[in-house]
């Protein structure tokens, strides 16, 4: 089993539609929490950045993390289709010298 | 600041060839880290390095990738003798410190034939 799980989509949704992406994940330890979007050809930006649990929002964009449940999610609120990117999920315990384990991505498309 | 660069862009070689792959960090950023990215492993880590130090290369593959930063601004990462299963993406990215935030480059989309 890998440590983080990601619906790898493709995911393709109509314009103005509140998008959800998830991961779940097996290591306790993580406390760090990120999305990344990457643009085809390009590389990762990050685009969220949560601490242990709760949510965070950032205009059209809110981070959850239940880590009871060992499941974060991205909610895209009036998906643009300047949003059609593949999102990756990142996470890490709180180590100094831990490096971030990527999900493998969910694709998304948004229609105009 | 131009962000980190990559080169190059594509790469297409035969296999048993020698690869080199270029990266020039963003000024400032003391960590660099190289990784890979394929449809069926997604992105993994190969190595980081500190102040041009390596730190963890556990996650090279085999002996014949190999990564070197001679200075603050340049790293490269070498694939002797290249194989078909080597073809993926290769990202480098850096942070200003090991817990901060990953800018990465365009990356080198690797074919070897």
């Known amino acids: 089993q890998k440590e983080v799980e990601q619906d790898p989509g493709p995911l393709s949704v109509p314009e103005g539609a509140i998008v959800s992406l998830n991961c779940t994940y097996s290591?306790?330890?993580?406390?760090?929490f990120m999305w990344y979007r990457q643009y085809s050809r390009k590389g990762p930006e990050l685009l969220m950045y949560?601490?242990?649990?709760g949510n965070k929002e950032d205009g059209r964009f809110t981070a959850q993390v239940d880590k009871s449940s060992k499941y974060i999610s991205l909610f895209i609120r009036d998906s643009q289709p300047s949003d059609s990117a593949t999102y990756l999920c990142?996470?890490?315990?709180?180590?100094?010298?831990?490096?971030?384990?990527f999900g493998s991505g969910t694709q998304l498309t948004v229609l105009p | 600041d131009a962000g980190v660069i990559q080169s190059p862009r594509h790469e297409v070689t035969e296999m048993g060839q020698e690869v080199t792959l270029r990266c020039k960090p963003i000024s400032g950023h003391d960590y660099l880290f190289w990784y890979r990215q394929t449809m069926m492993r997604g992105l993994e880590l190969l190595i980081y390095f500190n102040n041009n130090v390596p730190i963890d290369d556990s996650g090279m593959p085999e002996d014949r990738f190999s990564a070197k930063m001679p200075n603050a601004s340049f790293s490269t990462l070498k694939i002797q003798p290249s194989e078909p299963r080597d073809s993926a993406v290769y990202f480098c990215a850096s942070s200003p410190a090991i817990n901060e935030k990953l800018f990465f480059g365009s990356g080198t989309q690797l074919s070897v034939l």
């Open positions: 290591n306790s330890a993580f406390q760090y």
């Open positions: 990142a996470m890490r315990d709180s180590g100094s010298a831990r490096q971030l384990t």
């Open positions: 949560t601490y242990s649990s």
